[in-house]
Every structure is written in C-alpha cells, then in structure tokens.
C-alpha cells in the first residue's frame, strides 16, 4: 500500500476536522429554533440556543409567536455597544408585558459580537420582553462565579449589516430617550423562520 506524505495526510486531517466543524455548526442551526425579525431597514435572521437557555428561548418565542413584538422599535442603541429593542411602540409607550423570567446567564455564552441577549433591570431576574444584540464583543456582561451577567441566547445568522445600519442611525432628537433612532427603527414582523402562520407555536 502506497503510504501518505506527511503533507497530505495532515492536509487530510484538516480536512476532516473543518467538515466535522462545519456539520457540527450544520447541526446547530437545524436543532435550534430561528426567527426573523423584519425592520423597517431589512430583516435579521436570529438562530436561538435552546439548550443553552431553554427558559429565556421558550420566554422570547412566546413573545414572537402572539405578535408582541411586530411594530415595537429599537429605542436605545449605542454604536460600539449594543441595539436594545422589544419593550416600546413607535411613540415611546412601554408595552405590558408577561412575569420576568429567571435569568441563565451561567450557561456558558459569551456577549460576543452579533449576539443576542436579555435585557434587565440591577435585579438579576427582572428580564421580560426586552433585549439587545451586541455591536461588539461585550464580555463584561457576562455572568462569573459572584455576579450575575446577562443572558445570551442566541446569535444573528443573517443580517448583521443590517444591524450595523440601525447602529448608524442618527440619534438625539428624542430628549427622554437620547438613544433611540431619530427616525423609528420597527420590528414589522417577528415570525419563526419555519413558519409563515405559527403552526409551530408552543
């Protein structure tokens, strides 16, 4: 039998372990549950970690799936930080919303760029409906040994352009909400990717 060079059989190596990877990551997205969220500057496709944080995913569907979110807007965003939506209408009225939920921040996520998290009160347990999606790798959020972080739960698959434009937006008009978007950045549609008419709702 014709032995390999050191060079193939490493190249082969390599091979095998970025297919592993890539089924790995395959793997991920077809296990998990995704939502697209589609703003009035385009649509971001999120995939959710439901074995990372199954409380806060089943929270954040329940909201998808009765339409809470379709017409909120992003009302506080902070280039180099974070875009935070989920909670107001367009004329800054705060939405009612369901009990918060336990916080799961000890799930082994990082804030990293790209993202998605819960947003919450100083009281580690207070997150409802609001949450935010990462400009930038955002460590210092996440939850240690001693202190609560803050939740992540999924990540954007498609659309961080679109992000990064609602990021971009000018901001200040507004005076009791310095960081909202001059011009409102809505949620028209929040839906599960896998479902145009919520057959798949919990």
């Known amino acids: 039998m014709k032995r390999l060079t050191p060079f193939r059989t490493l190249?082969?190596?390599?091979?095998?372990?970025?297919?592993?990877?890539?089924?790995?990551?395959?793997?991920?997205?077809?296990?998990?549950?995704?939502?697209?969220?589609?703003?009035?500057?385009?649509?971001?496709?999120?995939?959710?970690?439901?074995?990372?944080?199954?409380?806060?995913?089943?929270?954040?569907?329940?909201?998808?799936?009765?339409?809470?979110?379709?017409?909120?807007?992003?009302?506080?965003?902070?280039?180099?930080?974070?875009?935070?939506?989920?909670?107001?209408?367009?004329?800054?009225?705060?939405?009612?919303?369901?009990?918060?939920?336990?916080?799961?921040?000890?799930n082994g996520l990082s804030n990293q760029r790209g993202t998605i998290a819960m947003a919450r009160t100083s009281v580690p347990d207070s997150a409802t409906s609001q949450f935010f999606i990462n400009l930038v790798d955002n460590s210092r959020l996440d939850g240690s040994a001693d202190k609560p972080g803050y939740t992540v739960f999924g990540k954007v698959l498609l659309g961080m352009g679109v992000v990064q434009q609602i990021a971009a937006e000018p901001r200040g008009q507004h005076r009791a909400y310095p960081d909202a978007p001059n011009m409102a950045v809505r949620i028209l549609k929040a839906k599960r990717k896998d479902s145009d008419s919520g057959e798949n709702a919990q």
């Not at 297919?19 to 703003?39: I, K, W």
């Not at 496709?45 to 339409?67: C, M, Q, R």
């Open 11 to 106: 190249f082969q190596t390599a091979l095998a372990t970025l297919l592993l990877g890539l089924s790995s990551l395959a793997l991920a997205v077809t296990n998990n549950p995704r939502v697209e969220l589609q703003t009035d500057l385009g649509t971001i496709e999120l995939v959710l970690y439901a074995d990372k944080a199954p409380i806060t995913v089943e929270n954040f569907l329940k909201y998808v799936d009765s339409g809470f979110y379709d017409g909120t807007i992003f009302h506080r965003v902070i280039p180099g930080f974070m875009a935070q939506g989920g909670g107001f209408t367009f004329d800054f009225q705060e939405k009612p919303t369901d009990d918060p939920i336990k916080n799961e921040s000890d």
